[in-house]
């Protein structure tokens, strides 16, 4: 959810909020970047792992037509 200008980041805004009433909470700026920090970090993580099991794979030479 890198803005609140995407579909998914407008419907992990929209989720939040009424969530966050829910449990009488206050959805603040600080706590929806701490938010996006995390998710940011999950996401290259996972790039990261899944860059490794690339890099395992034998990669065969093309054959010349």
């Known amino acids: 959810m890198a803005t609140a200008d995407t579909i998914t980041g407008n419907g992990a805004l ?12 206050k959805l603040i700026q600080a706590w929806v970047d701490s938010i996006r920090r995390d998710m940011v970090l999950g996401y290259l993580a996972m790039l990261q792992k899944n860059w490794k099991k ?12």
Do not use: D, E, G, S
């Not at 929209?14 to 009488?24: D, E, G, L, R, T």
């Not at 395992?56 to 030479?61: F, R, S, W």
């Open 14 to 25: 929209q989720f939040m909020q009424p969530v966050a009433k829910n449990h009488k909470q």
């Open 54 to 65: 690339v890099k395992a794979v034998k990669i065969l030479p093309m054959k010349k037509c």
